[in-house]
């Protein structure tokens, strides 16, 4: 059954760096888009990062200059580097490709 699953959220003081890494089984990786999203409590759910295929990447402005998303097609891994963390970078971050959602990792970063 094909499904993505994140790891690599935590806690971490402000200006610090987390690493997020989803891992796709299946079919789903295979030439898919990947991206992803953060949900903070009382918020809806936002894109953070989105790569194509090829590693064509798009940030959203929040989070431009600060994180990076990256991918590995061979072992079907999507990565976001995330540095200069922010209190309001705290959310459960989402790993999604063309038709599959992750469950989600929380990142919570103190002040």
């Known amino acids: 059954q094909a499904q993505l699953v994140e790891s690599g959220g935590g806690l971490v003081q402000a200006g610090g760096s987390l690493r997020l890494s989803c891992a796709a089984s299946g079919s789903i990786f295979r030439f898919s888009a990947m991206g992803w999203y953060r949900q903070a409590p009382g918020n809806e759910r936002e894109m953070v990062a989105t790569i194509t295929f090829g590693g064509t990447t798009n940030y959203a402005d929040s989070v431009k200059g600060r994180f990076t998303i990256s991918r590995d097609n061979a072992k079907k891994m999507v990565y976001l580097q995330m540095n200069s963390l922010k209190p309001e970078d705290t959310a459960v971050y989402y790993c999604?490709?063309?038709?599959?959602w992750g469950q989600g990792t929380q990142v919570t970063v103190s002040s």
């Open positions: 999604k490709s063309s038709t599959n």
